[in-house]
Antibody
Framework: QLLESGGTVVRRGGSLRLSCVVSGFTFNNFAMVWVRQAPGKGLEWVSTIDGGGVSVYYADSVKGRLTISRDNSLNTVFLQMDSLRAEDTALYYC?????????????????WGQGTLVTVSS | QSALTQPASVSGSPGQSITISCTGSSTDIGFYNAVSWYQHLSGKAPKLLIFDVSRRPSDISDRFSASKSGNTASLTISGLHSGDEGDYYCTSYKTTNGLGFVFGTGTRVTVL
C-alpha cells in the first residue's frame, strides 16, 4: 500500500514537501517514482529514486526545482518542491518500480498510491 | 523529450475489440522492450495492465493484450464492456536527455 500526503494550496514561488508512506513490501529493495497529472492533462513522469536513495533522476520540466529523497527507516519517499510554478499544479502519485533501479529489466510501475493534490496559486 | 503519441479517443460497442496505438521513436519504443500500459479510471489510481511490451500481471484479464512493431506499440481490448471506460496510457523507458520514462498522451475509451 502507498499513501501520499502533503498536497495543499501554495503560492507561486513557494515550497512544499510531499510524502509517500509505504507498507506491505520490503521498501529498500525497490526504486520509487513520482508521477503527476495536471488538470485535464495526461500522466507525466516526474522523478525516480533507487532503492538505496543514491541514484536520482528527473524530468527536464522539474530539474533544479524538485528533489526526490527517501528514508528507508520510515518506509517513506519524499518530493521537495521549491520555486513552484502554476504548471506544477497537479495530482501527484507515488508508485513502485519493481526493481532496485532503472534499467534492471523491470522498467514499469506496478503499485500506485491514490495521489495528493498540489495547487499553485498566483 | 516529447510525449508518445496516442489517439485522443477510441470507442466501441459492448463485446467488440478495440486497439489503441502508441507511437514513439527509435530512442524509446523502438529501442527498448520496456513498454507498459496503464488503465486510469475516474477517481482511481492508475493500474498496470501490460509490462515488457506484452506481458500481463497475474491479476489482469486476458481480454487485454499488447504488441510492438518498430516504433509503435499497441494495446487491444477484446470483449469490451462498460467497466473498461476510462483513460489508457502507454509509457516507455528512455535514455535520451537523461534516464527516465516518457508517457503517451492518453486515450479515452468509450463504450457505446
Amino acid at each position: 500500500q502507498l499513501l501520499e500526503s502533503g498536497g495543499t494550496v501554495v503560492r507561486r514561488g513557494g515550497s512544499l514537501r510531499l510524502s509517500c508512506v509505504v507498507s506491505g513490501f520490503t521498501f529498500n529493495n525497490f526504486a520509487m517514482v513520482w508521477v503527476r497529472q495536471a488538470p485535464g492533462k495526461g500522466l507525466e513522469w516526474v522523478s525516480t529514486i533507487d532503492g538505496g536513495g543514491v541514484s536520482v533522476y528527473y524530468a527536464d520540466s522539474v530539474k533544479g526545482r524538485l528533489t526526490i529523497s527517501r528514508d528507508n527507516s520510515l518506509n517513506t519517499v519524499f518530493l521537495q518542491m521549491d520555486s513552484l510554478r502554476a504548471e506544477d499544479t497537479a495530482l501527484y502519485y507515488c508508485a513502485r518500480l519493481p526493481a532496485y533501479n532503472h534499467g534492471w529489466g523491470s522498467d514499469y510501475f506496478d503499485l500506485w498510491g491514490q495521489g495528493t493534490l498540489v495547487t499553485v496559486s498566483s | 523529450q516529447s510525449a508518445l503519441t496516442q489517439p485522443a479517443s477510441v470507442s466501441g460497442s459492448p463485446g467488440q475489440s478495440i486497439t489503441i496505438s502508441c507511437t514513439g521513436s527509435s530512442t524509446d519504443i523502438g529501442f527498448y522492450n520496456a513498454v507498459s500500459w496503464y488503465q486510469h479510471l475516474s477517481g482511481k489510481a492508475p493500474k498496470l495492465l501490460i509490462f515488457d511490451v506484452s506481458r500481463r500481471p497475474s491479476d489482469i484479464s486476458d481480454r487485454f493484450s499488447a504488441s510492438k512493431s518498430g516504433n509503435t506499440a499497441s494495446l487491444t481490448i477484446s470483449g469490451l464492456h462498460s467497466g473498461d471506460e476510462g483513460d489508457y496510457y502507454c509509457t516507455s523507458y528512455k535514455t535520451t536527455n537523461g534516464l527516465g520514462f516518457v508517457f503517451g498522451t492518453g486515450t479515452r475509451v468509450t463504450v457505446l
